[in-house]
């Protein structure tokens, strides 16, 4: 018997959720025309990377945009990022759509690459295309030889992400940014059972507030304003957070306070605590690519409270999905110009260092003035006021 283990690896799912590469609605972004694989879904693709691939797959790409270190056969593996294998195989990593336009007649979808596949790469009249070992069944789906005793099941949905899960998780499941007029509006513990300073889980929690439709909530404390360098005013507020409730009885008297039980504390709870309605967990993967506009932004926090930043840190930006950035975005990390004093002449006259790029970064969740990035390598410590732009 031969089972095909499907191991779903929707590299560009949030594209579904988040809009295309030209910051489209998610409504307006194209399906791809290739059928489903295995029978799973067939996710939509941006009509520009769908065009840039298409262009790839016809012609391939010039030599020049390989990486120099280019492998001719390699066999994914788990453990892989989609990052990772752009690296290896181009100069510039963002540019994904052409590994994948390199690929396209025999990977016919870029939301499933799977562990097991072989890579090959040919280089022919200064041209370069990467294709499939043939050796592999059906779409390049491994196939793996089963004993009759066996009993195949669907497998889970696990494979190559776009980035390191283990790096970004924690982030993808809290809104950690809250916005000044939804801080405003949240509904607030305002009263805890009698002979109580702090909640614990099981205990009771008194609420006033507009609750909506949700029952479930998670529990913030502001834990510090981010200010805009330019405006120096407070765009957000970058959360706390201190545990879930759920309702347990609805706004009751006069005065409408609702009754919580306490599920989870990860930190003390009590009054004054903000409650913010619990979000569907964000999905892991997403295309890399530069962003469709420009972008001039700057580093705003280093997650942690650290003073500076180096490969796989956390930081926020200044600039968010109001601005065009969307999960995915690669940017370049720009060390401002700066002031230095040249010794070499008698009168020591100051002279301005020009700015210089020290590094990536790529956003993988955003808010309405703020984004998040992780620091995908870096020549310099990256600090706080260093700006961001195309890569």
């Not at 002031?339 to 590094?359: N, Y």
Request: charged residues 20%.
């Amino acid at each position: 018997m031969q089972c095909k283990l499907i191991n779903h690896v929707a590299a560009t799912v949030l594209l579904l959720w988040a809009g295309s590469a030209l910051g489209q609605p998610a409504a307006t972004v194209a399906s791809a025309s290739a059928p489903s694989l295995g029978g799973l879904p067939d996710y939509p693709v941006a009509p520009q990377q769908r065009a840039e691939a298409e262009q790839a797959a016809q012609q391939g790409i010039p030599v020049a945009e390989l990486s120099a270190n280019a492998p001719p056969r390699y066999t994914i593996k788990r453990g892989d990022t989609l990052w990772a294998i752009s690296g290896m195989y181009l100069t510039k990593p963002w540019n994904w759509p052409q590994l994948w336009g390199m690929n396209m007649a025999q990977i016919r979808n870029p939301h499933w690459i799977f562990p097991g596949q072989v890579l090959v790469l040919t280089v022919a009249n200064g041209r370069a295309r990467l294709s499939l070992e043939n050796a592999q069944g059906d779409n390049g789906i491994p196939t793996v030889k089963l004993e009759p005793s066996v009993i195949a099941e669907n497998l889970p949905p696990s494979g190559i992400p776009t980035l390191n899960p283990a790096l970004i998780d924690p982030f993808l499941t809290r809104p950690l940014i809250i916005e000044p007029d939804a801080l405003d509006k949240s509904p607030r513990i305002v009263a805890l059972a009698p002979g109580r300073v702090m909640l614990t889980p099981g205990d009771r929690a008194y609420v006033r507030g507009a609750l909506g439709a949700s029952t479930r909530f998670d529990v913030y404390r502001p834990a510090r304003p981010l200010h805009d360098p330019t405006t120096k005013k407070i765009i957000a507020y970058e959360s706390e957070y201190l545990g879930s409730v759920e309702l347990v009885s609805p706004p009751q008297g006069k005065d409408g306070v609702s009754t919580f039980k306490v599920l989870s504390t990860l930190r003390e709870m009590g009054v004054g605590d903000r409650l913010i309605a619990t979000t569907p967990r964000q999905y892991l993967n997403f295309t890399p690519h530069a962003p469709a506009s420009a972008i001039d932004g700057q580093i705003i926090s280093i997650y942690g409270d650290m003073q500076l930043a180096g490969k796989n840190s956390v930081v926020a930006l200044n600039r968010g999905a109001e601005n065009g950035l969307e999960r995915g975005d690669v940017l370049a990390i720009m060390q401002g110009p700066r002031e230095v004093r040249d010794t070499t002449l008698e009168d020591k006259p100051m002279i301005q260092i020009p700015a210089r790029r020290i590094g990536l970064l790529m956003v993988f969740r955003t808010f309405h003035h703020i984004a998040y990035g992780l620091v995908l390598e870096s020549s310099e410590p990256v600090q706080v006021a260093d700006h961001v732009i195309q890569p």
